[in-house]
């Protein structure tokens, strides 16, 4: 038989704590992948899926039956996530950024001796590491909202309900970090 | 001609720009907004962190570790209280509808009474039942309740035997239900006994009056309590109301009543006054 999750959370709601353990277990993993490419943080991204979860199970009478316990959990995730990086402490963004400048300067070296092959495979893999060093080098608004948009594939309006904020301040962070991640592709293309 | 923003091509390559025609007709003509949005096109494929590239930087959290988190987050999480039955209409309509109960149901009672006095008068004639033949020698009225309160008395008296067993009582999802069907008649006979008691006192012939009356409202709040507990009962809550409401106690006290007034007893109601119930 399916597992109903509203049944699940009409249980919760009703006494049953006990009903919430299949609501975690199914959606802990990826409301841990968002709070990860959110956080860019292991330890971080184990907290924000704890405090989603019992965030969620403070809220749980105001869940709407009409729509998905994935998207709502998802939701709270991406705002725990996003809030976490924001208390961060300057010194600690500037780190992710200095490391992000390092990386792409190695990088640079690295593409500029390329040839084809196996070499260019590890370059590509390289190339994704450096992207995730680009994307911790944008602010924690750019960041989010640019994941939610291009990776989570979420739109821009959900992205806003999802951080509350208006859309059009989510458009701005979108087109801001896809404007900084150009010019350094951009960059980087300028020593191949 | 009007060419469009490096934004508005980024909302075009995402698919929320609001005048996507106008744009799409615009890059047929214009060649350099073409070979921009080409360039953006290119860029944004390239930043496609796909799962591939993205699982290779991430940590990997496996099946288990749902049941991690769980393990976590249990001790914090309080328990909801069980939650109330919602009201079938608003709440601005309850004392409305109350009174318009009350009136339909005392008018129920009362048409019931008028037709037990007439088919009690009957069978006084035709059987000469003892139960109805007591009530020559009592107040009539309070006889004629008796005989349609022996059925109240009779569900009361099961409904508590019921709650001598807290498992029997736990498994039963009526037991509820009927408390609260129970405590919508209780009321009105209470009503009707208590008026034709104070009718009866005034000649001194209501003695069983006053004990019916006694256990009616020593009944009540045992009712209310099982019709407003929120949700089914679970065995502990059996016992503690068991407990608390003593009853054990009530259930005699209505057996007694009952098979005195089948027996026709004329001090059965008196017994409990006199202390020996």
Known sequence: MEFNEHSAIRAVLSGDTEAYRALVVRHSQALYR?????????????????????????RLPSFQ????????????????AFDR?????????????????????????????????????????????????????LTPLERTA?????????????????????????????????QKLRRRLASLRGNR | MRHFSEEEWIEYQYGESGDREQMRQHLAQCAECAAQVAALAGDLAEMQLDELNLSEGEPHRGKEYGEKVWR?????????????????WPAQWNSGLRIG?????????????????????????????????????????????????????????????????????????????????????????????????????????SVEGASLDTILDDLEPVLVELANQPGDLDRAEIMRLRKELNTGGLLFEIRVLGSR???????????????TV
């Not at chain 1, 959110?38 to 199970?57: M, P, S």
């Not at chain 2, 976590?72 to 079938?88: D, E, F, I, V």
């Not at chain 2, 088919?119 to 349609?148: C, D, M, T």
């Not at chain 2, 007034?261 to 202390?275: D, F, K, Y």
Request: glycine fraction near 6%; charge should be negative.
């Open chain 1, 34 to 58: 968002v709070a990860f490419r959110i956080t860019g943080n292991e330890a971080d991204a184990d907290e924000v899926v704890q405090e989603a979860f019992l965030r969620g199970y403070q």
């Open chain 1, 85 to 137: 990086t924001q208390r961060r402490r300057p010194d600690e963004d500037q780190g992710a950024v200095e490391i992000a400048d390092g990386a792409a300067e190695r990088m640079q070296e690295q593409v500029a001796d390329a040839s084809a092959g196996p070499e260019r495979l590890l370059l590509s893999k390289e190339m994704a590491s450096q992207q995730q060093f680009a994307l911790h080098a």
């Open chain 1, 146 to 178: 640019f994941l939610l948009r291009h990776v989570e594939d979420q739109s821009t309006s959900e992205i806003a309900e999802a951080l509350t904020m208006s859309p059009n301040a989510v458009k701005q962070a979108i087109f801001r970090a896809i």
């Open chain 2, 72 to 88: 976590g987050l249990q001790s914090l999480l309080a328990p909801y209280p069980r939650q109330k039955r919602r009201r079938l």
């Open chain 2, 261 to 275: 007034v089948r027996e026709g007893e004329p001090n059965g109601g008196n017994a409990r006054q006199n202390g």
């Open chain 1, 65 to 80: 039956f009409r729509a998905g316990f994935g998207t709502w959990i998802y939701r709270i995730a991406v705002n725990c």
């Open chain 2, 101 to 205: 109960l009350g009136f339909a149901s005392a008018a129920m009672v009362l048409a019931a009474i008028a037709t037990a006095a007439f088919y009690s008068g009957r069978l006084w004639e035709q059987k000469r039942a003892p139960q109805i033949a007591e009530a020559n020698h009592g107040p009539a009225g309070q006889r004629i309740i008796l005989f349609v309160v022996d059925d109240h008395l009779d569900r009361s008296q099961k409904l508590l035997a019921e709650l001598n067993d807290p498992d029997e009582a736990a498994a039963d999802h009526r037991l509820q239900a009927t408390a609260r069907e129970l405590l919508t008649e209780n009321r009105l006979y209470r009503q009707s006994s208590a008026h034709t008691s104070s009718a009866g006192a005034q000649d001194n012939t």
